[in-house]
T-cell receptor
Framework: SAVISQKPSRDICQRGTSLTIQCQVD?????MFWYRQQPGQSLTLIAT?????????ESGFVIDKFPISRPNLTFSTLTVSNMSPEDSSIYLC???????????FGSGTRLTVV | GNSVTQMEGPVTLSEEAFLTINCTYT??????LFWYVQYPGEGLQLLLK?????DKGSNKGFEATYRKETTSFHLEKGSVQVSDSAVYFC????????????FGKGTRLSVIA
C-alpha cells in the first residue's frame, strides 16, 4: 500500500485566513480523495482530485471555499479559505494505489479556527 | 445512492465480553466492504475488508462476513480488551482506485476493566 505524507499535522488559525494542506504520496495515483471529519463525526467526502482536470466536489462543498490543486500524480493540496470556527475539523487525504481496495489515509490535519 | 448505516453508539462493554457492531449498506452494484478503526488521537486504520459476497474478513480477533442477502457486514469479536476502545467505521467502495470510500457514522466502543 502507499505511504502518504500529510502536512501540517495541526494548526490554529485566525478566522478569515486560509490554510493549505499538502499530501504527498510515494506512488503515482490517478485519484486522490479529500475528506473532512468534524469533531465526533464520521468522514465526509469533500472532493475527488484527478490529475489533469478540475476536482469534482460533493454537495455542500464549493471550489471557492475548498480549492484543490493536483499538479502531478503524487501530490495534491487542499486549501480551506476564509475560515470560520465551523471549519474546525480534521482534514484527510486518501488514495488507493493498488487498485485492489487498498485505501490508504494520510495522518490528518487537525485544524482549529479561533 | 450508496450509503452505510451503523448501529448508534456509544457501546460500553466489560473486558472479555462479546462484541457485535451492526452495519448494513445500500449500493447500486456490488460493493467491497470495510471496517476501519480510529484509536483515540490517532489516524484511520484498516481493520478488515471483504470484496465479494460470503467473504469473511478477519484481523486482530475481529471478524465480519459479507452477507449479500441481508446487505450486511456486522463486526464481531469474541472477547474484547480495554485496548479495543476506539471508534469503528463501516465503509463501502464500488470501484477500487477510482471511487472514494463511503463511511457510516461510526460507533464508539468503550471497554472497561
Amino acid at each position: 500500500s502507499a505511504v502518504i505524507s500529510q502536512k501540517p499535522s495541526r494548526d490554529i488559525c485566525q478566522r478569515g485566513t486560509s490554510l493549505t494542506i499538502q499530501c504527498q504520496v510515494d506512488s503515482q495515483v490517478t485519484m486522490m480523495f479529500w475528506y473532512r471529519q468534524q469533531p465526533g463525526q464520521s468522514l465526509t467526502l469533500i472532493a475527488t482530485a484527478n490529475q489533469g482536470s478540475e476536482a469534482t466536489y460533493e454537495s455542500g462543498f464549493v471550489i471557492d471555499k475548498f480549492p484543490i490543486s493536483r499538479p502531478n500524480l503524487t501530490f495534491s493540496t487542499l486549501t480551506v479559505s476564509n475560515m470560520s470556527p465551523e471549519d474546525s475539523s480534521i482534514y484527510l487525504c486518501s488514495v488507493d494505489v493498488t487498485g485492489r481496495y487498498g485505501y490508504t489515509f494520510g495522518s490528518g490535519t487537525r485544524l482549529t479556527v479561533v | 445512492g450508496n450509503s452505510v448505516t451503523q448501529m448508534e453508539g456509544p457501546v460500553t462493554l466489560s473486558e472479555e465480553a462479546f462484541l457485535t457492531i451492526n452495519c448494513t449498506y445500500t449500493a447500486t452494484g456490488y460493493p467491497s466492504l470495510f471496517w476501519y478503526v480510529q484509536y483515540p488521537g490517532e489516524g484511520l486504520q484498516l481493520l478488515l475488508k471483504a470484496t465479494k459476497a460470503d467473504d469473511k474478513g478477519s484481523n486482530k480477533g475481529f471478524e465480519a462476513t459479507y452477507r449479500k442477502e441481508t446487505t450486511s457486514f456486522h463486526l464481531e469479536k469474541g472477547s474484547v480488551q480495554v485496548s479495543d476502545s476506539a471508534v469503528y467505521f463501516c465503509a463501502l467502495s464500488l470501484n477500487s482506485g477510482n471511487t472514494p470510500l463511503v463511511f457510516g457514522k461510526g460507533t464508539r466502543l468503550s471497554v472497561i476493566a
